[in-house]
């Protein structure tokens, strides 16, 4: 016999105490419990094995391996056994199935996290997760995120976060097939970098470079790496723009030599 109950805000159906134990049994064993009787809490943790198996069985399929989450389940039930307190007039098999899904949920919401999460947003993740469905269908569309953030009395940069962090919940290896063809992400991820042609370059030209004199790596500066015009450069630095395009072609020149490694170096005073 089977009742239907909502636990931890999770409607679970939990077996029924007169299939799982005779209660007045078990309240005998949680006094031998008290009494520091080791055997007795063994027993009640085998009389209610199944209903931790039972209740583990509703997590299975979220990618953890079912004799795993019994394990947890059991974990949780232990748990129960040891905090139980018969005299608040609960039954142990309410608590007990409470104390069980309140484990397995903890184990999917703190472990299961491929990367490190503030418990904030994954609170707030999961909330957001609970709510889509009903809101969604209540709107007729997908909702907006201040509309999430109005549903979830939460600002509109928290709903954010969450939706972010909730892509680090799971990781997929980059060695598994993700094509048709049979292409992992290994082998489509990578490209070639033209900047690693230009690493050594750079390298050997850093020397030379700061060899040059302040006013001279500035031009070199504007014209390179800012993309100005020698009309401009000659107006931002107070010299005529001949004398930019002259002190552009001798470094230049300087700097070619350097790379290639003939013994020329910087002449300060030309370039």
Same mark, same amino acid.
Request: proline share 3%.
């Given at each position: 016999? +089977?009742?239907?109950?909502?636990?931890?805000? =999770? =409607? @679970?159906?939990?077996? #029924? #105490?007169? *299939?799982?134990?005779?209660?007045?049994? @078990?309240?005998?064993?949680?006094? /031998? @419990?008290? #009494?520091?009787?080791?055997?007795?809490? /063994?027993?009640?943790?085998?009389?209610?094995?199944?209903?931790?198996?039972?209740?583990?069985?509703?997590?299975?399929?979220?990618? /953890?391996?079912?004799?795993?989450?019994?394990?947890?389940? %059991?974990?949780? !039930?232990? %748990?129960?056994?040891?905090?139980?307190?018969?005299?608040?007039? @609960?039954?142990?098999? &309410?608590?007990?199935?409470?104390?069980?899904?309140?484990? !397995?949920?903890?184990?999917?919401?703190?472990?299961?996290?491929?990367?490190?999460?503030?418990?904030?947003?994954?609170?707030?993740?999961?909330?957001?997760?609970? &709510?889509?469905?009903?809101?969604?269908?209540?709107?007729?569309?997908?909702? +907006?995120?201040?509309?999430?953030?109005?549903?979830? #009395?939460?600002?509109?940069?928290?709903?954010?976060? *969450?939706?972010?962090?909730?892509?680090?919940?799971?990781?997929?290896?980059?060695?598994?097939? *993700?094509?048709?063809?049979?292409?992992?992400?290994?082998?489509?991820?990578? *490209?070639?970098?033209?900047?690693?042609?230009? !690493?050594?370059?750079?390298?050997?030209?850093?020397?030379?470079?700061?060899?040059?004199?302040?006013? %001279?790596?500035?031009?070199?500066?504007?014209?390179?790496?800012?993309?100005?015009?020698?009309?401009?450069?000659?107006?931002?630095?107070?010299?005529?723009?001949?004398?930019?395009?002259?002190?552009?072609?001798?470094?230049?020149?300087?700097?070619?030599?350097?790379?290639?490694?003939?013994? &020329?170096?910087?002449?300060?005073?030309?370039?």
């Amino acid at each position: 016999m +089977t009742t239907t109950r909502t636990l931890d805000d =999770t =409607t @679970v159906t939990v077996i #029924d #105490d007169e *299939a799982v134990a005779d209660e007045e049994q @078990v309240l005998r064993w949680f006094g /031998e @419990v008290r #009494d520091g009787d080791a055997q007795a809490r /063994e027993r009640i943790a085998l009389r209610y094995q199944p209903l931790a198996a039972y209740l583990a069985k509703r997590f299975a399929g979220r990618g /953890e391996i079912f004799e795993d989450l019994v394990q947890i389940a %059991n974990v949780g !039930l232990m %748990n129960a056994i040891d905090r139980f307190d018969a005299e608040r007039g @609960v039954r142990f098999s &309410t608590y007990a199935a409470a104390t069980i899904v309140g484990e !397995l949920k903890r184990h999917f919401r703190d472990r299961r996290w491929s990367m490190r999460v503030p418990r904030r947003l994954q609170d707030v993740a999961v909330r957001i997760t609970q &709510t889509l469905p009903a809101l969604t269908q209540s709107l007729g569309r997908s909702p +907006t995120v201040p509309e999430l953030a109005r549903a979830l #009395d939460i600002s509109e940069e928290e709903v954010i976060e *969450a939706m972010e962090a909730s892509y680090a919940y799971t990781a997929s290896s980059l060695d598994a097939p *993700a094509r048709e063809d049979g292409a992992t992400p290994m082998q489509t991820l990578g *490209a070639d970098d033209g900047r690693f042609e230009t !690493l050594d370059m750079w390298v050997s030209l850093a020397p030379a470079i700061r060899s040059l004199s302040e006013r %001279n790596r500035r031009i070199l500066y504007l014209r390179f790496f800012r993309g100005m015009k020698q009309t401009e450069i000659a107006a931002e630095v107070g010299i005529s723009q001949m004398q930019v395009s002259r002190v552009l072609s001798q470094t230049l020149e300087k700097l070619r030599a350097s790379v290639d490694g003939d013994g &020329t170096g910087i002449d300060e005073g030309r370039a």
